[in-house]
């Protein structure tokens, strides 16, 4: 198994910056990539940004130019830096980790979640 630790939530007013920390630890193997999702309540979880192990990033199109994904692979920890942050980037972020293992193939693991919160 793999655990998922975030940190970093919290409350900032719009405009503001937080930025999100997630350490993996485990059963750590081959690494696709990590990623951070979110998701608000009666909503679908979704996509924020994604590294790979190579370093290619995607970001949704609502937080480009504004966050920014980063990974160290010596550490397996996975950080997003939040910048301009607005209200409607209120939710709960969840860290993301997907892995091929012999015998399973890709298997993906989620952090707890960490809430953020932008006040207007």
């Known amino acids: 198994q793999v655990q998922l630790v975030e940190s970093g939530g919290g409350l900032v007013q719009a405009g503001g910056s937080l930025r999100l920390s997630c350490a993996a630890s485990?059963?750590?193997?081959?690494?696709?990539?990590m990623g951070w999702y979110r998701q608000v309540p009666g909503k679908e979880r979704a996509l924020v940004a994604r590294?790979?192990?190579?370093?290619?990033?995607n970001y949704a199109d609502s937080v480009k130019g504004r966050f920014t994904i980063s990974r160290d692979g010596a550490k397996n920890t996975v950080s997003l830096q939040m910048n301009s942050l607005k209200p409607e980037d209120t939710a709960v972020y969840y860290c993301?980790?997907?892995?091929?293992?012999?015998?399973?193939?890709?298997?993906?693991?989620w952090g707890q979640g960490t809430q953020v919160t932008v006040s207007s």
């Open positions: 485990g059963r750590i193997f081959t690494i696709n990539g």
């Open positions: 590294i790979t192990s190579g370093g290619l990033t």
């Open positions: 993301r980790l997907d892995q091929y293992e012999t015998g399973w193939g890709t298997r993906v693991y």
